[in-house]
């Protein structure tokens, strides 16, 4: 079998966590490939609602294997936090959660590093989640990096060693700390990866595959923060991009089957950088308020604004999608007029392609079409949307090139609209 992979083609925050839990009965295994704890993944149903920041979607859904991949960066207090919360809410991982040996471990002066850099750049902050992440990437790509798999050799050496080197960094930058108290957590935290299985996940994976097993690759962030083709350097430190899914798993291109791209049917960001459509006015606070557009990590208001579909092309070309997911239709319910931008006015011309800077002489150019003003949180079938929605999604269709698979109408489970199947 092949690995379905499904990512997020904004500025993250897009739904990946509910869908991955919605799909997850389809797979027998689900694997993140590349970022760390600065994602917040929310699932609702039943009453309850969880956040995951390093642990899979997958682990709701009955005795699926989640695998956190070599492309990760695990924080251990973080994670433990994270087991602990699932357990105390009755859902045992032991058995169903394994780590890459590969993944890269975020060391606590990581989280340090990320606060000084960002202080460094004053007004030019990257508004980073400070969970460590660049730094830790960047130990990764010079090769100085802790590996889950160092846990077994000479591990308090290497600790040691990258600690004094990253105490010389906090030094030259005058950064003030306290490293005792993180350290006691961070060392609470190893004895929790101890716990659980660490595989070689790419022999693993590869394995599951021949024996036509199925596999989901979770994504994190969304394509318009990956490093390479993101709004540089307002990004994160990794591949959030389909590719990231081989190099994150180690499977081949070859092996990539489905690939769903899943975006709001509006936008938001957090954090700094470009965001062409961005409402700085009552629209975007609406939006903010009727989608709940808080970040799950920070808890900082996201940035609101139309749909970006030259964004979304653009993302939809770089990761090869072959299937899209609507997310958040309803928080547009409401709305008198839908928004869409179509192409991007800069210095006098109009372009439909995502341009290598956007400065503030971006002017976005929309296509107006006429709202649906029909709650729809409680429709269970195609059947039930109304005429203008589906004008809607006929005009995305179009404009996109990709057909729309899944409408989602809610943040639960439940409220989840499978349009065809194949
Ligand atoms: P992720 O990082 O891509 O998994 O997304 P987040 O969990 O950070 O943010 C998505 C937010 O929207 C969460 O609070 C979800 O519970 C919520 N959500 C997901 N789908 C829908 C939907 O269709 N409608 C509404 N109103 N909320 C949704
Ligand atoms: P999920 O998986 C939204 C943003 C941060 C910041 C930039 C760099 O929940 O969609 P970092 O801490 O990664 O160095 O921050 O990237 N960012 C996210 N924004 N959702 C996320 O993840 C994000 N992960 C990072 O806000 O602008
Ligand atoms: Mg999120």
């Keep these: 079998m092949k690995v379905d992979v499904l990512l997020g083609l904004q500025w993250g925050d897009e739904g990946k966590g509910k869908i991955v839990d919605v799909l997850t009965p389809n797979y ?52 433990k936090a994270e087991v602990e919360a699932l357990e105390a809410s009755g859902h045992d991982l032991t058995r169903r959660l394994y780590i890459s040996r590969k993944a890269h471990l975020i060391l606590p002066t990581h989280r340090l590093l990320d606060a000084a850099y960002e202080a460094q750049k004053g007004s030019d902050k990257i508004g980073t989640t400070g969970k460590g992440i660049g730094p830790a990437y960047t130990d990764k790509i010079s090769r100085n990096g802790l590996r889950i798999g160092d846990l077994d050799y000479n591990f308090e050496e290497k600790y040691k060693q990258a600690i004094a080197r990253h105490e010389e960094l906090l030094h030259q930058l005058h950064f003030e700390y306290d490293l005792a108290s993180l350290e006691k957590d961070w060392f609470e935290g190893i004895e929790s990866i101890r716990r659980f299985r660490r595989i070689d996940s790419d022999h693993f994976i590869n394995k599951e595959l021949t024996e036509n097993k199925k596999v989901l690759a979770e994504g994190a962030q969304g394509t318009m923060l990956d490093i390479d083709f993101g709004s540089y350097p307002f990004v994160t430190s990794s591949n959030t991009i389909c590719a990231g899914a081989c190099t994150g798993l180690g499977v081949a291109p070859s092996k990539i089957g489905e690939v769903y791209g899943i975006f709001k049917a509006y936008c938001t960001r957090v954090g700094s950088g470009p965001f062409p459509t961005e409402l700085l006015d009552e629209t975007g606070q609406k939006m903010r308020d009727l989608g709940y557009e808080y970040g799950s990590v920070t808890g900082r208001p996201r940035r609101c604004g139309w749909i970006d579909l030259v964004a979304l092309r653009y993302a939809i070309m770089i990761d090869g999608v072959t299937q899209l997911i609507m997310m958040k239709s309803d928080v547009l319910d409401t709305f008198d007029t839908i928004k869409a931008c179509v192409a991007y006015e800069m210095d006098g011309r109009e372009t439909e392609d995502f341009p290598f800077e956007i400065d503030d002489s971006l002017q976005p150019v929309y296509v107006e079409l006429p709202g649906w003003k029909t709650d729809m949180t409680k429709m269970q079938s195609e059947d039930e949307f109304p005429e203008e929605f589906n004008a809607y999604l006929s005009f995305l269709e179009e404009t996109l090139g990709v057909n729309i698979k899944i409408v989602s109408v809610g943040p639960d489970r439940e409220q989840t609209i499978i349009r065809y199947t194949e």
Excluded: C
């Design 28 to 79: 027998d295994l689900v694997a993140r490939f590349q970022g760390g704890p600065n994602a917040g993944h929310t699932l609702e149903f039943e009453g309850q609602k969880y956040v995951l920041r390093s642990i899979p979607s997958g682990i709701f859904q009955g005795g699926k294997i989640n695998i956190i991949g070599n492309g990760v960066v695990l924080d251990p207090a973080l994670f």
